[in-house]
């Protein structure tokens, strides 16, 4: 698990499960109010049949990633037929941001299943008019609000009021009941907050209010990105298959496609909204995914001049393996430690991934043969990026050495502080909560706690120690890196 988040949320799920908080998640023994409990008591149901939290978090990213994947292929068919939903399928899987997210611990994945089926439901309420679908919709409405909050509106019930307005007007719009899954949404959340509240933890309610609803919405004290940062970054994060989103959108854009609308108000809305808060991070893009890889689909489902890929589909992915290959080359530029794998994703990226985007690119062949042949492609991709490349900085990202290094120094009574790190990102592989010290409050800790463990960076060891430094004397003294930062483990100075 890395730092930052991975980390924190292990830890979040360690106290979760060892000190029963199932109704507030802690950190550290604070309260987390940076996310809903409900990713974890999910993570938690992975959890306890392993007793593997790393695996357990992989699985809820894996698993809805191949959940949202079923639920993308039966839109794609009420769209326009079986090819379509398989093609969408496999885009969705393959494209660069899902390859990501489908791999590491977070929530965005899961949040993207429940957005895919209810945007599927609200199609099959718009071609049955049952009851049961409308339901479904609002279901994995309020399940979306469970996974990451009110932000979460904006990939199922904002876009699916918008379209069903520009496909039926205020007729379709009151035939979804809004006010009335509005009230029930409301009563829910308010019962939920009625509880936390009795239970005493008002200052948690305030903070997900002020700091995390409305400060990033407003004006985000992290990530804090301009307007068109969504813009720039989704090309990137829908290769290989950028080329066929625009050839895609621009069909769609001329021909009257059955419940176009629904497309763009699947991906539209949700980037407009994202793009309106202050907060950002690539991440979130991933509900909007699905609606690109449709749009992309349709790319792959149109005539071209036989036996020919165009260059405007084809060469943004030939792209892609430029990019991946010229990381090969970054990492044996500036990591001399990591040469060795460097040599490997080399090998995979330059004289495997790159020739063969090339050829696909320049070699004349059916846009339909391309498609499979890039498919495949995304194989040795995810080798290189997730295998190779993973391996290569997880020593630069992982807490685990520290971690253990201090259960092996310190006893369960032996006080441990941190001074001037981020809460949470170092004591899970310690199994233990650790004492959150500033660099000034450091000084003083270490005198009163003579026994302790002290963990602080490179530039806090003045403001702690003085101009000289950390004492030769200290019984222990070693230091590991982590994010390209040093931290020092001293006790007995």
Sequence with gaps: MWVQDEARYAEVLRELVDGRHWLVPYLNGFPYAHKPPFYFWVVAVFYFPFGNAELAFRLVSLIPALIAASGIMQIGKILSGKELGAGAAWIFLTAFCTLILAQIARMDMLLTAAAVF???????????????????????????????????????????????????????LRSMRPFLAILVLSALVLAWVAIVWKGG?????????????????????????????????????????????????????QEKVKYRFSIAAFSLVPLIGLSLISGKLFI??????????????????????????????????????????????????????????????????????LPFGLYLAFRPRPLQQWFVAWVVMSVPISVLVFGLLAYAVNPLFSARPLGEFVSEVASSKTPVGVANATPGILNNYAGRRFTELSNQEAGRWVADHPDGVLILKTDGVKEVFGLSGIPESCKVNRSFTIEFKEYHVVSGC
Excluded at 215 to 235: I, M, Q, T
Excluded at 326 to 351: D, E, H, K, N
């Design 118 to 172: 209810s945007w599927l439901q609200l199609l099959r309420f718009m071609e049955n008019g049952q009851t049961r679908n409308l339901f479904g919709f609002w279901f994995f409405t309020l399940l979306c609000v469970a996974v990451k909050g009110p932000i979460s509106l904006l990939f199922s019930a904002a876009p699916g009021l918008v379209w069903m307005y520009a496909e039926r007007g205020w007729t379709g």
């Design 284 to 353: 979130y893009l991933e509900p909007l995914i699905p609606a690109f890889a449709i749009m992309a689909a349709y790319g792959v489902s149109q005539n071209v001049t036989p036996g020919r890929t165009p260059l405007g589909v084809s060469l943004p992915a030939a792209g892609f393996t430029a990019i991946l290959a010229g990381l090969a080359l970054w990492i044996w530029m500036t990591q001399p430690g990591l040469r060795g794998v460097a040599l490997g994703i080399a090998v995979v990226g330059l004289f495997l991934i």
């Design 201 to 253: 933890h008002e200052s948690y309610l305030r903070e997900i209010w002020e700091k995390q609803l409305v400060g990033r919405a407003v004006n985000s004290w992290s990530h804090k990105e301009p307007f068109y940062f969504y813009l720039a970054l989704l090309p990137l994060m829908m290769l290989p298959w950028t080329g066929l989103v625009v050839r895609g959108g621009k069909f769609l854009y």
